[in-house]
């Protein structure tokens, strides 16, 4: 018999390899081959009587104790390669975390204590050591560690028992359980509201029909209409038909708090159902140990971020795609992939049930939704009968023009803070600055502080008296006075706005309150997001200022106020998802105000008030924003009209890199002549025209026809010769433009 294998190297296609007899070898199995002079490893994704190519080498070894990947994530990984253009072996790395491609086995042993049965006759031991034995029949396998710590004895005594014959000592697998330390207090299912029971209905429906290829579900649920109880009944659903399930939830929004909803459904009480987390904050080792609890059928349900969609489930029942709109959910790298869409994929592949979950769908889902290709859950209703909380805009240019200079907080920004905190009640304020449009001018003569190798200017970050780039992470100590040498003026302002700046203003306004930043900038480490949000939901903070980190997922009852600082920020971009973005962000931070009994009241500060993303988001109108957005999509064939797949090319000789994209232009012309609705834009300089010292230049291809076009480009891909020095990607579907 005959191994075809994908090695782990970027080679773009497979080997074959004769099967030594006796090896157990099978599709999905992981490998080590001769390659050239090396040993490497690599996964077998076919076995064949014969191969095409003579002089075959044996494989070497079979690395761990069962296959790694299904012949149906096989399948998965395969459409990846061709739709995303990114080659086999790119497509197999991003189904396999690292902790478990590696050929050693990652498991973690220690010593284990067990007492052996009783002898006849008994032997002579001292008290101490009765006492000790005592203590080790009371427990079932005891690490040593613990055993030695409980007992008060050293390692030489426990020798000594184990020579008698009266306990074992051996090397046993020790699990990693990144949840070890927490206790979750089991909760039953509620009761369902009419709209929750219609959609958990319809779901159910589909797991048990005939139809072994359901639609995708599109459940647009408006924040706090209890889309996760759904989420938790439908997946009990799937457990009792011996099937799993596997629960993505963006990174930003993968808190303890949303994991512990999940273990305290399914991991305490009579089930017992072992819930595995698969996300980027686990050790490797604790990643390696979660991955295999899935792969052996222990954990049957797999909650994760991105790359949980390829978590090894077996019988596979049920994907859910909370927050379904999130750009997290897209890889920005090669696979760049995108979860949501592999999900879909993947539930036709297992013939599983997918449930897209969202209170602001993104534009592509909706329209999907509209064209019959997803079926629409709605849930238009807070689930507790709590009202959305009224949303007030405040015009940013008429407080300007009435205080004669541009405040960070509106009048009645600041009269709802006070009220708040004389309520003993909290605040929410969101900025999403993201960085690099902050920037170091000088009013005098206009100097701005520029990154050395990238086109955007530095941010100025206070308490550390430093100026960093955002995109490179360039660092340098910012000027006492302009160092333009005909100004120096010494009055250099920092002007724009970051949420540290939020927080400084914040502070001198209120100074009894307590008050609390969150951005990447403050969390450096996990354990500092538990303890700050630790803080907020115990009241020890009044006011949480943050970024988008704060707008995902949280429930914080005693938050009755809500206020974003400066709403346009993400409109006045180039991409245009711009106002979608928009949009979704207000929506969301809007939903995070009275989740409790006291209503809620969010107040927006704009300097384009009158803009329809504000405005629809004011009046919580999805349908609205919708059909007035689609207008503008359809108008220039934007997505969800058509399909995007991005060429960028970069390097560091500007003129090179215009000169490759302009070939990259022409040869594209010829390898995509067949495809009748293909619109090109470019090539032209990127937004970020210059990043870590790289020039970077954009095609834009759009058509509805993107099989086609994937296979167009990965056969130019194939043929293409660029200078040594100009680098080339393809994105398709991207959701970055810059
Ligand atoms: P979403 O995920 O849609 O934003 P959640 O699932 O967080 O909403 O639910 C919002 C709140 O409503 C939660 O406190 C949840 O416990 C509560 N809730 C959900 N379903 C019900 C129900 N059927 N009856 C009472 N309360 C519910
Ligand atoms: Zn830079």
């Known amino acids: ?73 096989l399948r998965l990984a395969r459409w990846m390669g061709e739709y995303y253009c990114c080659g086999p072996e790119t497509a197999l790395r991003a189904v396999l975390p690292e902790a478990v491609r590696k050929e050693k086995d990652g498991w973690r042993e220690h010593l284990f204590v067990r007492a052996l049965p009783p002898q006849e006759p008994p032997p002579k031991l001292s008290r101490r050591q009765e006492e000790i034995m005592a203590l080790a029949r009371a427990g079932a396998d005891v690490p040593l560690q613990e055993f030695l710590r409980a007992t008060r004895s050293s390692s030489q005594t426990a020798r000594r028992l184990e020579d008698k014959g009266l306990i074992a000592i ?98 305490s009480g009579p089930q017992q159902t072992l819930v595995a987390v698969l996300h980027s904050h686990l050790s490797a080792g604790e990643r390696h140990d979660e991955w295999h609890k899935i792969r052996q059928g222990r954990a049957r349900i797999a909650i994760g971020a991105r790359s949980a969609v390829f978590a090894p489930v077996e019988r596979l029942g049920l994907i859910i795609v909370d927050e379904e709109h999130e750009h997290s959910y897209k890889q920005e790298e090669a696979p760049r992939y995108h979860a949501r869409d592999v999900a879909v994929v993947r539930a036709r592949i297992e013939e599983a049930v997918v ?76 900025l999403n600055r993201r960085g690099f449009s902050t920037s170091l001018q000088c009013p005098l003569c206009g100097y701005v502080a520029q990154c050395p190798d990238c086109s955007v200017s530095l941010t100025y970050h206070r308490q550390e008296g430093k100026l960093k780039c955002h995109i490179c992470g360039h660092e340098s100590t910012a000027p006492p006075v302009c160092p333009d040498a005909k100004c120096r003026n010494p009055a250099i302002r920092y002007s724009g706005l970051g949420t540290e700046r939020v927080e400084s203003v914040l502070t001198a306004l209120f100074p009894h309150a307590r008050i609390k930043r969150m951005d990447s900038d403050t969390l450096k480490r996990k354990e500092d997001y538990r303890r700050v949000l630790g803080d907020v939901r115990t009241g020890k903070t009044d006011i949480l200022v943050g970024t988008q980190m704060i707008a995902k997922g949280l429930h914080f009852p005693n938050v009755t106020l809500v206020g974003i600082v400066h709403a346009d920020l993400g409109l006045h971009v180039p991409d245009f998802r711009g106002s979608e973005r928009t949009f979704q962000l207000l929506t969301q931070v809007a939903g995070r105000a009275g989740r ?75 390898a995509t002549s067949g495809i009748s609705d293909l619109i090109t834009k470019g090539p032209a300089a990127a937004p970020l025209a ?25 056969g130019l891909e194939a043929t293409l010769t660029l200078p040594e020095d100009v680098k080339m990607s393809v994105d398709i579907d991207p959701v970055n433009l810059m």
């Open 690 to 714: 210059r990043s870590k010292t790289e020039y970077r230049y954009q095609i834009m291809i759009l058509t509805r026809q993107m099989t086609r076009l994937s296979l167009a480009l990965a």
């Open 596 to 670: 409790g009994d006291v209503e809620g009241e969010v107040i927006v500060q704009a300097f384009t008030p009158f803009h329809p993303a504000i405005q629809y988001a004011r009046r919580h109108d999805f349908n609205g924003f919708y059909a007035q957005e689609m207008e503008f999509r359809a108008q220039l064939k934007y997505p969800p009209i058509s399909r995007i797949a991005l060429l960028l090319l970069r390097g560091r000789n500007e003129e090179k890199v215009k000169f490759s994209a302009e070939c990259v232009k022409r040869d594209l012309e010829k």
């Open 1 to 73: 018999m005959i191994a075809r294998v994908t090695l782990d190297l970027a080679l773009g296609k497979e080997f074959d390899y004769l099967i030594p007899g006796g090896m157990e070898v099978a599709i999905g199995t992981r490998v080590k081959v001769p390659f050239a002079h090396r040993q490497v490893l690599g996964c077998v994704t076919d076995l064949l009587e014969t191969s095409p190519h003579a002089d075959l080498r044996p494989l070497l070894k079979v690395i761990g104790r069962q296959s790694h990947v299904s012949p149906k994530i």
């Open 170 to 267: 051996a090397p046993k697998i020790s699990e990693r359980d990144p949840y070890a330390r927490e206790t979750i207090l089991p909760t039953q299912p509620l009761a369902l509201n009419a709209e929750q029971a219609r959609a958990l209905g319809e779901i159910a429906a589909a797991m048990g029909g005939a139809n072994k290829a359901p639609l995708p579900f599109l459940l647009h649920g408006v924040t706090g209409s209890g889309k996760t109880e759904v989420y938790l009944q439908a997946i009990a659903l799937v457990l009792a038909q011996g099937k799993g399930a596997i629960v993505l939830v963006p990174e930003i929004a993968l808190t303890p708090q949303t994991v512990e909803r999940f273990k305290a459904r399914f991991s």
């Open 355 to 430: 449930v897209l979950g969202s209170a602001t769908p993104c534009l592509e889902s909706f329209y999907n939704a509209q064209k019959g290709k997803y079926r629409l859950l709605e849930m238009p209703t807070r689930a507790d009968d709590k009202k959305m909380p009224v949303v007030r805009i405040v015009d940013m240019r008429a407080v300007a023009r009435k205080e004669k200079s541009s405040p960070v907080f509106s009048p009645l920004l600041k009269e709802a803070i006070t009220q708040r905190l004389e309520r003993k009640e909290q605040t929410m304020l969101f």
